[in-house]
Each structure stands twice: as C-alpha cells, then as structure tokens.
C-alpha cells in the first residue's frame, strides 16, 4: 500500500540559513513570554503541530546543497546555534517536513506500513554520501503521534554528521521530524536537539 502518492525521499538538515521563515497567514508563531529561560513556541495553525525550542536555537530555512525539497508541503528548521557550523551556514539543528498523504491514516495502520517506511530508507541511504544506518528503522512516537524512527550517520562537504529522524503519522499528514549534528558535537549537541524534538506536537 502507497501512503503516499509518490516515494519522497527524506530532505536533510544540512545548511540551514537563518533568514526569516516565510509564513503564511494560517500560520502563527509564538513568542517567549510563557518561560523565563527566554524558550519560545513555534507553532503552525495550518498543519496543527508546535514545537518548544530554547534560546541557544534560531528559526531558519533549509539551505546549501538539500532544498526544501521534493513533495513536502511545508518545510522548517531551528538551528542550534552553539554547534557546528559549515561555509555560513549551521548544521546542528532540528528541522520539520510535512508531506500529504494519499489517504488518511489511522494509529492501527501504523504498524502495518513498515514496508512502505524501509522502502524510504532505502532510498534515504542511497541518496546521502557515506550514509549507513546507526539505529534500525523502529516504532515510536512523539506525545502519542505514532510513526517511525531511524539514525543514521552521513557526510556532507567532508563532515561527518549524525542524524535522528522520526515519521510520525496523524490523518492526512506525514510529519518528519529530524535533529542531526556534527559528529564530532554529537555527544554534547544531541541532548538539547533531542529535547526540542521531544516537544514536537500535534492538536
């Protein structure tokens, strides 16, 4: 079964240029006011999700050599702003894809679309430089939205980077959700990227 219309592989974080994101009007963003550690709350009304990220991160948009890429419907990154950084642009962060499904899915369905989650695999490892996978494609969720997971290491412009990325399903809409990080920062990054993936929701 196709979830999805075409097989979109997976857009990487990499370069992520800190220009304003383009928003919409169906799209609000919150501000910082709720938390005294200065944290803020992105949130789209249009796509239902939020996501919480503290003050060491930067709104941007994905740049460099991965566009926003092919079949998403809407495309976010948050650079962590103490990491690694490549040319101008950072490659520590967290970035959101949504992508619209074919059909609705239902939480029952999830564990039935394994399949259809390696096939992305497959083609993510074949399309990244170096890329070999560090955690096998699993189920999990994010604040009870279901999907998968995978980690995996890459290189990009002679940078070895580390990446976790979550497919996570709910109605209409693909939402992946990836922190990544230079290697060599992984072990010190991954905690604060993992904590701002953790906060990812959906209504």
């Given at each position: 079964m196709s979830i999805r219309k075409t097989i979109i592989v997976l857009v990487t974080l990499v370069g992520l240029a800190l220009a304003s994101a383009a928003c919409s009007g169906s799209v609000s963003t919150g501000g910082s006011s709720a938390s005294p550690a200065g944290t803020r709350t992105y949130s789209n009304a249009q796509y239902g999700f939020s996501i919480t990220y503290g003050p060491d991160f930067k709104q941007g948009t994905t740049s460099g050599g991965s566009s926003s890429?092919?079949?998403?419907?809407?495309?976010?990154?948050?650079?962590?702003?103490?990491?690694?950084?490549?040319?101008?642009?950072?490659?520590?962060?967290?970035?959101?894809?949504?992508?619209?499904?074919?059909?609705?899915?239902?939480?029952?369905?999830?564990?039935?679309?394994?399949?259809?989650?390696?096939?992305?695999?497959?083609?993510?490892?074949?399309?990244?430089?170096?890329?070999?996978?560090?955690?096998?494609?699993?189920?999990?969720?994010?604040?009870?939205?279901?999907?998968?997971?995978?980690?995996?290491?890459?290189?990009?412009?002679?940078?070895?980077?580390?990446?976790?990325?979550?497919?996570?399903?709910k109605g209409q809409y693909e939402y992946q959700v990836t922190g990544q990080a230079g290697k060599d920062d992984w072990a010190t990054a991954s905690p604060k990227i993992q904590a701002v993936v953790e906060s990812f929701t959906v209504k």
């Open positions: 890429g092919s079949g998403s419907i809407f495309d976010i990154a948050f650079a962590y702003t103490s990491g690694t950084k490549q040319g101008g642009s950072y490659i520590d962060g967290v970035q959101i894809s949504v992508y619209k499904l074919a059909h609705s899915v239902k939480p029952a369905e999830v564990p039935k679309l394994k399949k259809e989650f390696a096939g992305l695999v497959g083609n993510l490892m074949g399309s990244l430089s170096g890329a070999k996978v560090s955690q096998k494609l699993s189920l999990a969720q994010i604040n009870g939205v279901p999907g998968y997971k995978l980690g995996y290491v890459y290189t990009q412009n002679g940078t070895p980077i580390a990446a976790v990325t979550y497919f996570l399903l």
